[in-house]
């Protein structure tokens, strides 16, 4: 039966940010299509959780993002499910170095596909729902989109492209659906850890002096996505404790 409650599909939703975004629309009241590639003990882990909240109010979706078919077969699945589509959180991100020298077209085509190509596609295949939901699409970028390091130009490539498409959509999409951007800056260190010497650089560019909350970008998202933001459209918000003004 289709759901009167709003439904948001979110990608790369089973850890870290993702799952921080997930908890909280669907605390918030959303029912959530949650989508993972690799990480299936935590995704199950996740809508364990929610399910004991909501029961009937999540949908696990895997998939690697890379994969084109499978991207408008998520949103079909997530409609398929549920009924409707209110909104899009494109959060899944493909990241690692690429250093001048030794950056191969493999690794080029990979990050664009995940990080510029896949969000543009799945709102493509989203926009008819999300119109008539009159819903929004947030797409979550990163600092290194404008201010890139060095070891990383492939990665903020594909991410400036990410924010070049959040501007495209919310032209091409309005006035039925808003499209925003979020660029976070150090909220979580990498999984498998940072220099200190990066680390304390890092937190040395940042006019607040300390590391984010995936809270932050949750909390920022569920903004956008709600009516207090249903002036805002095409806008990138920094949520990086002012290190974009460093």
């Known amino acids: 039966m289709p759901t009167s409650r709003r439904v948001v599909l979110i990608t790369g939703a089973a850890r870290r940010i993702g799952a921080a975004i997930a908890r909280r629309l669907h605390a918030d009241g959303y029912d959530v299509a949650l989508h993972y590639r690799d990480s299936a003990a935590d995704m199950h882990g996740l809508v364990d959780d929610l399910e004991a909240g909501r029961q009937g109010s999540t949908l696990m979706l895997q998939a690697d993002l890379a ?3 499978r991207l408008p077969e998520l949103v079909a699945r997530t409609v398929g499910h549920f009924g409707r589509v209110d ?3 494109n959060n899944a991100s493909a990241f690692y170095p690429t250093p001048v020298g030794g950056a191969t077209p493999a690794q080029w085509e990979e990050l664009f596909a ?3 190509r896949a969000p543009f596609f799945l709102a493509q295949a ?5 119109r008539a939901a009159r819903g929004a699409i947030v797409n979550i970028a990163d600092i290194y989109a404008e201010k890139p390091r060095a070891d990383l130009a492939v990665y903020a490539a594909s991410k400036a492209a990410l924010l070049a498409v959040s501007r495209g959509l919310a032209a091409s999409l309005a006035p039925e659906v808003r499209v925003n951007a979020v660029s976070p800056g150090a909220i979580l260190w990498p999984d498998g850890g940072i220099d200190p010497h990066v680390q304390d650089r890092l937190l040395a560019q940042t006019p607040l002096g300390r590391i984010g909350d995936p809270g932050d970008i949750a909390g920022t998202v569920a903004w956008l996505l709600g009516d207090a933001a249903g002036y805002v459209t095409g806008q990138v918000i920094h949520v990086d404790g002012g290190r974009h003004t460093a």
Do not use: E
Request: charged letters at 5%; aromatic letters at 8%; zero cysteines.
């Open 114 to 116: 995940v990080n510029a």
């Open 67 to 69: 994969v084109f078919d």
């Open 87 to 89: 909104a899009l959180v």
């Open 126 to 130: 989203a926009a008819p729902h999300l």
